[in-house]
Structure formats: C-alpha cells, structure tokens
C-alpha cells in the first residue's frame, strides 16, 4: 500500500486563483487604445472585438470631446446602421427587414422596443407643444357625449407613449393568430407589432404639420381620416408581406395583414375607452343626469299650459 501524499495547507491555498484579483482597476487615462485584453471583462482580445461580452477593444481611450461629437451622429444618423436606416428599411422592405432581425441579423438595425418609444415620445411631446386640439364641437352632439370624448382625447394626449406600448401585446395577439402560417411564435409577433407601430408612429410624425395646420377646425377631422386611411393601408400591406415567404397568393396575405391589424387597433382603442369609462363613470353619471334635467326642463318650457 502506497502512502498518500500530504498537502501542506498553506500550499494548497497557494495553488488556488486568488479570490479577488489584486490588479487595480484602470483609470480613464491609464487606458490605451488598442489594448491586447478588454478593459470590460478582461479577456484577452486577439482580435477588434471580445469574443466573451462582445466589446469594441479598438475604442476604449479616454473619451473627448470629439468622440462625442463623432459618436452622437454615428450612431443615429449613421446611413448604414441606426434609426435612419431601420426607418429607410422599414418602409420600403418592411416584411424583409422583420424577417432579417428576426433571423439573427440585428447588429445594423435599431431595437424595436426602443424605436417605439423615441418616436413615440416625440410625438407626444410635439403634440403637447403644438397644443394641437380637436375639431370643434359640432351642435347636436350632447353635452355627456362631448365630455366623454373630451376626456378620452385628454388622457390620450397624455399617455400617447403608454398607450401605444401596451397596444403591442395586443397587436401581437391578433398577430399571432393570423400570421400563423408564418411560424412565428408570440414573442416574434411582439417584435413584429413594435416595429410596426413605430413605423405608424413615424407616419402620424411626419403628418404632423397638417395637423397642426387645421388644428381646432372641421378639417382635422378629414386629415386624421386621411392619416387613418393611409396607415391602414400600410399595415396591411406590412404585416401581409410578413407572409410573402409562404405559398399563399397576395390577396390572402393583404386580407390577413389588415385584419391582424384592424382588429388590434380597434381592440386597444375599445380597451382605452372602457378603461376611461370606467375610471369616470361618476363624472359621465352627473353630465347624464344633468342633461336629462334639461331636456325635462325644455319640454315643460315648450309645453304649452291647458286651457280650462
């Protein structure tokens, strides 16, 4: 029987990686451009990239007043990647595009979550500074009826950003039902309603100075039906080219993308009212009661007294 060799615990101790490395952290002006490992995670970096969290080894000198300057167009504004592309692409390819990030391809496209929520916040803002107002009311809506859409249009102007990202979940429902054919599963649907939404979004931003224009008259209602009917077009256009990888005809793939979106769309807005409603039911009780005291109180005015 061979005797078991013994370990000196001290130099066991010895032989394991320190717990905490003792290196000290790199200042902003100890770092060099270029460096052989990353400065985020410390891997060695043969390359321009870290092959373990994907950092950029070749940008990593102390930051001046220059690279902001380069950075903040570059990553915006860049033709090859960054909102303006995501938008060009969108447009024009929307089916393409979708199907590329959602295929892996994603490094040259801006996320969609967060396109939504750019536009979306600019519109709203936009609109808030604009001070853009509804058309006037005509005379014989009743005064229970205008309040009520006085105060829907009042919390829709304000929570425009909230609105429309909780419509996503909603979009992708009727998404995933009737693009189904496509394979897409739900959370590909949710990828494919914020990148959708955004880019109608897009359309209401860019139709904002003729909003704006007949803002308060008769004739905002006519450019909003215009708008509407322009983004209907559009999603059915978009979200039936989603399909255009399958072997259905067009006609199938347009009926589709609109009623995936038709549905969606009027499915959130009947949400928004019934939860506005709901919300104000007590405030909508008192205009009611109050404009039947008054209808109660013309007719006695109209009826003429009996003669005896």
């Not at 609109?127 to 006085?150: F, K």
């Not at 693009?179 to 979004?201: D, H, K, S, V």
């Not at 072997?247 to 949400?271: C, D, E, I, P, Q």
């Amino acid at each position: 029987m061979q005797p078991t060799p013994t370990v000196n615990s001290t130099q066991e101790l010895e032989l394991l990686p320190p717990a905490h490395s003792s290196a000290p952290v790199p200042t902003p002006a100890a770092t060099t451009h270029g460096s052989a490992h990353c400065l985020n995670c410390g891997h060695t970096v043969p390359d321009r990239f870290c092959g373990r969290c994907g950092q950029d080894a070749h940008h990593t000198h102390r930051l001046t007043m220059a690279d902001m300057l380069h950075d903040i167009p570059h990553s915006i504004w860049h033709i090859d990647k960054g909102i303006l592309y995501t938008l060009k692409t969108m447009i024009f390819r929307p089916g393409h595009t979708i199907r590329e990030y959602l295929a892996g391809k994603r490094i040259d496209h801006f996320r969609p979550l967060s396109l939504l929520l750019i536009i979306t916040s600019t519109l709203a803002l936009l609109t808030s500074v604009l001070h853009i107002s509804a058309a006037p009311r005509e005379p014989g809506i009743p005064d229970s009826v205008w309040q009520m859409q006085e105060i829907i249009l009042t919390v829709y102007t304000k929570y425009i950003s909230w609105f429309h990202l909780a419509m996503v979940p909603v979009m992708a429902l009727f998404a995933r039902l009737f693009l189904r054919r496509g394979g897409f599963n739900y959370a590909e649907c949710l990828i494919i309603a914020a990148f959708l939404t955004a880019i109608l979004n897009f359309f209401a931003l860019l139709f904002l100075p003729v909003t704006y224009t007949f803002s308060g008259t008769l004739l905002v209602l006519k450019s909003n039906l215009v708008l509407g009917a322009l983004s209907y077009a559009y999603a059915a256009w978009a979200y039936g080219r989603m399909l255009s990888h399958t072997k259905m005809n067009w006609l199938g793939r347009l009926w589709r993308g609109f009623a995936s979106y038709a549905l969606g769309h009027v499915v959130s807005f009947l949400m928004l009212y019934a939860l506005v409603f709901a919300l104000n039911w007590s405030t909508f009780k008192k205009a009611l009661q109050l404009e039947k005291q008054q209808q109660a109180q013309s007719q006695q005015q109209d009826t003429p007294p009996r003669t005896q």
